[in-house]
């Protein structure tokens, strides 16, 4: 087996039961203990405590600046120029999938389309010809992510990237990026995410260390009171931030039980826009859409948030919204109502 330091993680090129090995039994875990999988029905307020997702919001400039200093061996792994590649996930997972692929296809890195796990086998996907497909799963246990990379031919590299590597992503993967130091207490994704988001941006090219700064202010700042507690909030966001947007609409959602929703900017006009009132914040990410479409939407009455900073820093600004409103609603933003840190089938 091959490893070379990837931070306090560890970057895989071996395949299967290897990995479990070095993982294995034994050896005193350092990451962070995690919460019980168990799901609130309820999503009771946290008592005396801050909540979890808040310190890994704060958390997420070291992590990226961590995942930075560790892309001479991420390169190792992630696909090169010229494959074509999948890249697929759940929930959280997938958003950050969307914005992959888009930022890998823009970046002119090669052909590279985007899926939800649970849509990649019943629909055919895996029959199309890929070179890569990757998995991103940050417990590394979820159902519909294993099966997509279990059915997949022997002729396609499967490369996982996940916080823990002793578990099934193991098996499943021939290869596998473990960022086991942004894993998370909270059920509700923030830190993990984004720090794969920074991995592959800056594969691809992407600037990185601005970002950074753009998120160390974003934390430091007051969240601004007009985006808590609203009724209704849209994210628009453009190429890439397409991913982010959804992202931001499911931090809502999870978090604060929130109505929530997220667009194409130009896309907003048909349709959607027809919903937005007084008691609806609209927030078009990175300066996406145009000074028209902002007109537009005012006149609904909705209060319009119009983003400068690089989208990625202004989705650690809507974590903060969602986790602020959860706390306002009196709900616990780390246990969500009905929901689990993995979506493991019974009986599979």
Not at 21 to 41: C, D, H, M, N
Not at 310 to 333: C, K, M, N, S
């Amino acid at each position: 087996m091959r490893t070379s330091g990837f931070g306090s993680a560890l970057f895989f090129r071996v395949s299967a039961r290897a990995a479990l090995a070095a993982a294995g039994a034994g050896r005193e875990r350092t990451g962070p203990r995690r919460p019980p999988r168990q799901g609130s029905a309820k999503g009771l307020p946290v008592q005396g405590r801050q909540p979890y997702a808040l310190a890994e919001i704060a958390s997420q400039p070291d992590c990226w600046s961590r995942a930075l200093d560790s892309m001479t061996d991420a390169a190792k792994v992630l696909p090169g120029r010229g494959e074509r590649v999948a890249v697929i996930g759940c929930g959280t997972s997938w958003h950050m999938a969307t914005a992959i692929a888009i930022a890998r296809q823009v970046a002119g890195l090669g052909e590279t389309d985007a899926y939800p796990a649970s849509e990649f086998l019943s629909s055919g996907l895996d029959a199309r010809p890929y070179d890569t497909v990757i998995a991103v799963t940050r417990s590394g246990t979820t159902t519909e992510v294993l099966d997509a990379l279990q059915g997949l031919p022997r002729s396609v590299r499967k490369v996982g990237i996940t916080a823990d590597a002793a578990t099934p992503i193991a098996e499943a993967a021939d290869q596998l990026l473990v960022l086991d130091y942004a894993d998370e207490q909270s059920v509700v994704q923030t830190r993990f995410a984004t720090t794969v988001l920074t991995l592959a941006r800056a594969h691809f090219g992407h600037d990185l260390r601005p970002v950074i700064e753009q998120a160390r202010a974003a934390l430091a700042a007051d969240v601004d009171q007009r985006m808590l507690n609203r009724a209704h909030y849209v994210f628009l966001g453009h190429g890439w931030a397409v991913g982010v947007a959804r992202e931001a609409a499911l931090k809502v959602q999870e978090a604060a039980s929130a109505w929530s929703e997220a667009y194409p900017p130009m896309e907003y006009r048909h349709g959607p826009i027809a919903v937005a009132s007084e008691n609806s914040v609209v927030w078009l990410l990175g300066a996406a859409g145009d000074g028209a479409l902002a007109s537009d939407i005012r006149r609904t009455g909705a209060t319009v948030i119009e983003g400068e900073a690089d989208p990625q820093a202004e989705l650690v600004v809507a974590q903060r919204v969602a986790v602020t409103t959860a706390e306002i609603r009196g709900l616990d933003p780390d246990r969500p109502r009905f929901l689990d840190r993995s979506v493991v089938q019974a009986g599979r």
